[in-house]
């Protein structure tokens, strides 16, 4: 359980934050993730060795859901009916090494997941693409605002920390990690060909997070002509509690948005306000 616990973290969130303040806990239990339905689609291309799972299912605007770390698309599973309900077309990402992915030989990165997913769109013939990050998933969307914005119609990104410090030192603490790191070792064993998937998994992260994510204020500033909503839950059990303010204040014209009796894992534990904080952004007209 320790072993699950550390890996938990690094591959959730990357570094530690000098800021040393409680996080109150909002919910100590997570409910179990509703399966997905069956996809429409299913697919995969090949990039530097390593093979990248999608699959697709519903009609209308594209949107790509990014999961987090040591998760895989499974992740979605309260997301998914109701977007395709909305007439969505959604577009499921096993990121590189998670899931059905495999992990290849390069380093980690998230720049690479981030062309891993313009790889995807490219194979599916999407100009552009709504982008729902959650966590890592919300990293990878706002590189992909950075290197890629024409790619990127709007972008919904939910935990994210762009530097190192805007991680919590304390967030190994978190009780909740004793429920949800035994989750993700067992669906990644379910889903990976891999026998040592997880633990090879474990260590390219580490590897990456010694380092990543790293952009500063100025590069966040590049992301022009894209909507964005920076999102957080207010008790986040492991992004300090000034990071998404910044974010949004870095980030011309992006919004605010921080849910008040939630933390990092609101798509699960607040699914009902989650959906309809998506559909609500979705379905914004203006242009940014």
Same mark, same amino acid.
């Given at each position: 359980?320790?072993?699950? !616990?550390?890996?938990?973290?690094?591959?959730?969130? #990357?570094?530690?934050?000098?800021?040393?303040?409680?996080?109150?806990?909002?919910?100590?239990?997570?409910?179990?993730?509703?399966?997905?339905?069956?996809?429409?689609?299913?697919?995969?291309?090949?990039?530097?060795?390593?093979? %990248? /799972?999608?699959?697709?299912?519903?009609?209308?605007?594209?949107?790509?859901?990014?999961?987090?770390?040591? $998760? $895989?698309?499974?992740?979605?599973?309260?997301?998914?009916?109701?977007?395709?309900?909305?007439?969505?077309?959604?577009?499921?990402?096993? $990121?590189?090494?998670?899931?059905?992915?495999?992990?290849?030989?390069?380093?980690?990165? @998230?720049?690479?997941?981030?062309?891993?997913?313009?790889?995807?769109?490219?194979?599916?013939?999407?100009?552009?693409?709504? %982008?729902? #990050? /959650?966590?890592?998933?919300?990293?990878? #969307?706002?590189?992909?605002? =950075?290197?890629?914005?024409?790619?990127?119609?709007?972008? @919904?990104?939910?935990?994210?920390?762009?530097?190192?410090?805007?991680?919590?030192?304390?967030?190994?603490?978190?009780?909740?990690?004793?429920?949800?790191?035994?989750?993700?070792?067992?669906?990644?064993?379910?889903? $990976?060909?891999?026998?040592?998937?997880?633990?090879?998994?474990?260590?390219? *992260?580490?590897? =990456?997070?010694?380092?990543?994510?790293?952009?500063?204020?100025?590069?966040?500033?590049?992301?022009?002509?894209?909507?964005?909503?920076?999102?957080?839950?207010?008790?986040?059990?492991?992004?300090?509690? *000034?990071?998404?303010?910044?974010?949004?204040?870095?980030?011309?014209?992006?919004?605010?948005? %921080?849910?008040?009796?939630?933390?990092?894992?609101?798509?699960?534990? !607040?699914?009902?306000?989650?959906?309809?904080?998506?559909?609500?952004?979705?379905?914004?007209?203006?242009?940014?």
């Amino acid at each position: 359980m320790r072993l699950h !616990n550390a890996v938990l973290l690094t591959v959730w969130v #990357g570094g530690t934050s000098a800021v040393p303040a409680a996080v109150p806990q909002v919910a100590q239990s997570v409910p179990a993730v509703p399966a997905l339905p069956p996809m429409a689609f299913e697919g995969a291309v090949t990039r530097g060795g390593a093979k %990248i /799972w999608f699959g697709t299912v519903g009609k209308g605007p594209p949107v790509i859901l990014l999961h987090g770390g040591l $998760s $895989s698309s499974r992740a979605w599973g309260a997301q998914v009916p109701a977007l395709v309900m909305a007439g969505y077309r959604v577009v499921l990402i096993d $990121s590189r090494g998670h899931g059905r992915s495999t992990l290849g030989a390069r380093p980690l990165s @998230y720049e690479l997941m981030a062309q891993d997913v313009i790889a995807v769109m490219d194979s599916l013939a999407l100009r552009r693409a709504a %982008i729902i #990050g /959650w966590s890592d998933g919300a990293i990878i #969307g706002l590189v992909l605002a =950075m290197r890629h914005g024409a790619r990127v119609d709007r972008i @919904y990104a939910f935990g994210a920390n762009m530097d190192q410090k805007g991680v919590r030192n304390d967030a190994v603490e978190a009780p909740v990690l004793r429920e949800i790191a035994p989750r993700l070792a067992a669906d990644h064993a379910d889903l $990976s060909r891999d026998p040592n998937g997880f633990l090879a998994l474990h260590r390219a *992260v580490r590897t =990456m997070q010694k380092t990543q994510p790293r952009y500063r204020a100025q590069q966040l500033a590049s992301i022009r002509d894209v909507a964005v909503t920076i999102a957080d839950g207010a008790h986040d059990e492991f992004i300090t509690d *000034v990071h998404p303010g910044y974010l949004a204040h870095a980030i011309p014209c992006a919004k605010l948005e %921080i849910y008040p009796n939630a933390g990092h894992f609101a798509p699960w534990q !607040n699914a009902a306000t989650f959906n309809r904080a998506l559909l609500a952004f979705l379905g914004l007209k203006d242009s940014p």
